[in-house]
């Protein structure tokens, strides 16, 4: 029944003969039914250290008039990281229980309906001895189901954090100063389970003056009054952050350090020193350089976190996060933005970013110079679902070579030389690179769906650049446009306009892509202009170019529309093509090209060195190359009547290939 109001009449059957049936009106009101949402929330922060065991409980939110007397789920864990391996129950009991690769599935049962709300369960998680100090991962449920008859109008699931922390509680760094002129002097800093903040007899020593000008020191006179300078400072190894301030003296100079013998680095936590506008990783740096008067902090945490500093311009700038941070929210991360957008491929537009994650890209809004710092973990890697079309992408921690893209499929992703372009706002125009730097966001063009890698391969393995046979520009008042023909079709996409831009005034297309460059293989392009405007062609010696048939002799004036470039040229080198298809079915064409007349022979062999045909031979004529042209003396063999088969078993393109041309001699 729909909720409201019911009127109806019970008809009663009696034993008085003289009132068989009874009619007594009856009343209904039925209202909207109760809700009983099931909330089952993984504990928010846990924190392990590699190789040790830490418990994690499971929360359920008020069970009462719920009826549940069996509840299934599967806690799950990135395998490389942890590994569950046991399970208690904080309600009922627990009746069965399996594992596999980062998972434990149970059932927390009852006889009768569990009450209340509090701890479900609690579940051991083993950290892997090989986990890195400084990496998160979700604590995800999922596949939860309950008894048939308990009554549950909605359940929702929400994750926790595991942070892999440093437990190491026990190590030093050995800091050496040196100036022009003086002795080098030596302070030392560390931690031990035993340490204070203060001076600890038998672990300190309190610096004992130079009489120099290079007299540094750790100063712990904020906790220590009566001991307020060290050379040798060992703080609690218990601690989740530590603070060192050293005092350098009065001179410029020099300090170097080395870590005690032994220590794995990746085993503790983020030690990061801060000399005036620089800061650097002492796990990954050996020294740095002062000036003079300029003390030093150095910070340790055991969580791994390090920071990003950005610096942003007035205007819309481009960058991600290569961190993992606690908080998500654009206003708080980025204080004084005036905006936070992102990029949807699936509606090719720009759409207000309610959150900060990493391998997204954003563009934020500032009105003036602003620098930003943002703590968090380093991200090291990253795979990217790439929509077909352009994608806004993060990148990770450091610097990635792009110019040979770890995409699967491979070659999905476009570009020509640069395959992704990030925004400079202080150009107020798009950068193509093939370099990504972290902090930075970049516009990525997909031809197809596809998974990208970060960082990838570093470059190895570049494919070859096909060949062009010529290329020139088509000038639109300050717009560049590339053109020319080759081998292969190479695109080089527009980006995206910026929220308050303007349509280029000129642009190539080939299908539904937008283009700054083309180089086709059949000397066609399609040029489209946004406004009225001189259209400037500078082009090869030997080519002549054609805008809807009619030549053009360097410019041309064109009203705003669409117009289809055709080109004339002559080859400058002998060259044979791959024949397309390859392989091919009922046909292929193959292309072969001479600079001048010419004695030309081309002739098929099968695999075992035996003529299956002769295409050409004899004397070909050059003139200009054109795909539309039947007089062409371009191999366009289907074109002239001489096709090659599928049976001729024809092998074109790669190296040993059977295809030979014979030029003049």
């Not at 476009?414 to 990504?436: E, F, I, K």
């Not at 096709?643 to 074109?652: L, N, V, Y």
Request: glycine content about 10%.
């Amino acid at each position: 029944l729909e909720p409201g109001e019911y009127h109806a009449f019970l008809l009663i059957h009696t034993n008085d003969p003289g009132h068989p049936m009874a009619f007594v009106p009856c009343h209904l009101t039925v209202t909207e039914p109760e809700p009983r949402p099931l909330e089952l929330t993984v504990n928010t922060e846990n924190y392990g250290c590699p190789d040790e065991e830490i418990v994690v409980p499971i929360y359920v939110n008020s069970l009462d008039m719920m009826g549940i007397t069996s509840l299934t789920m599967t806690v799950s864990v990135d395998p490389s990281v942890a590994q569950p391996v046991d399970i208690e129950a904080g309600m009922g009991e627990i009746t069965s229980f399996s594992f596999g690769p980062g998972t434990i599935t149970f059932t927390v049962s009852s006889e009768y309906p569990m009450p209340g709300d509090g701890i479900l369960a609690l579940v051991h998680f083993a950290i892997n001895r090989d986990a890195l100090v400084g990496t998160n991962a979700a604590i995800t449920i999922s596949d939860v189901s309950y008894n048939e008859d308990a009554y549950v109008t909605s359940l929702n699931t929400y994750p926790g954090n595991l942070h892999i922390v440093s437990c190491v509680n026990s190590w030093y760094v050995d800091l050496e100063f040196t100036a022009f002129g003086a002795r080098p002097d030596k302070v030392r800093i560390g931690v031990d389970p035993d340490a204070t903040n203060e001076y600890d007899e038998g672990l300190d020593q309190v610096n004992i003056p130079t009489g120099t000008f290079l007299d540094p020191y750790s100063d712990i006179s904020e906790w220590d009054p009566e001991h307020p300078h060290l050379s040798t400072d060992i703080r609690s190894g218990y601690d989740v952050e530590i603070h060192w301030y050293i005092e350098t003296g009065d001179s410029a100079g020099k300090v170097e350090w080395s870590f005690n013998e032994g220590l794995l680095l990746s085993s503790i936590g983020s030690l990061l020193l801060y000399c005036g506008d620089e800061v650097v990783d002492m796990k990954d740096a050996e020294a740095c350089y002062y000036d003079a008067g300029q003390d030093i902090e150095i910070v340790y945490r055991a969580t791994g976190e390090r920071m990003f500093t950005y610096h942003f311009d007035a205007g819309y700038n481009m960058f991600s996060l290569p961190l993992n941070t606690t908080e998500t929210d654009p206003a708080e991360l980025l204080p004084g933005n005036y905006g936070v957008w992102r990029f949807d491929p699936e509606i090719d537009t720009w759409v207000a970013a309610d959150e900060l994650v990493p391998g997204v890209g954003y563009i934020a809004l500032f009105l003036e110079p602003t620098d930003i710092t943002v703590w968090g973990i380093p991200v090291e890697e990253l795979d990217l679902n790439l929509a077909s079309g352009w994608n806004l992408i993060g990148t990770v921690m450091g610097d990635v070579d792009f110019s040979n893209p770890d995409d699967d499929p491979d070659g999905s992703v476009l570009g020509s030389p640069g395959h992704a372009w990030y925004y400079d706002v202080t150009m107020r125009s798009y950068v193509n690179v093939d370099q990504l730097e972290a902090g930075k966001g970049y516009f990525v063009a997909a031809m197809t769906p596809c998974v990208l890698h970060l960082p990838g391969a570093g470059g190895s393995g570049k494919s070859v650049v096909p060949k062009t046979y010529w290329q020139g520009s088509i000038e639109v008042d300050d717009v560049e446009l590339g053109f020319g023909v080759g081998e292969r079709t190479q695109m080089v996409p527009v980006p995206p306009v910026m929220p308050g831009g303007h349509q280029p005034v000129a642009y190539l297309t080939d299908g539904e892509w937008e283009l700054s460059s083309l180089i086709s293989t059949d000397a066609a392009w399609n040029l489209v202009l946004t406004k009225s405007a001189t259209v400037k062609f500078d082009v090869p010696a030997g080519v002549e170019v054609f805008v809807d048939g009619q030549k053009v002799e360097g410019e041309i004036s064109l009203q705003p529309g669409t117009y289809k470039v055709t080109a004339t040229y002559l080859p400058t080198e002998f060259a044979l093509g791959q024949n397309v298809p390859n392989p091919f079915n009922a046909s292929t064409e193959i292309r072969f090209a001479v600079p001048k007349d010419a004695d030309v022979s081309v002739v098929i062999y099968d695999l075992s060195g035996h003529i299956v045909r002769t295409l050409v031979s004899g004397e070909v004529e050059v003139k200009f190359l054109n795909r539309d042209a039947p007089d062409s003396n371009i191999g366009w063999l289907k074109e002239q009547g001489d096709i090659a088969h599928a049976g001729d078993e024809f092998i074109g393109g790669d190296p040993g290939v059977n295809l030979r041309v014979k030029a003049p001699h």
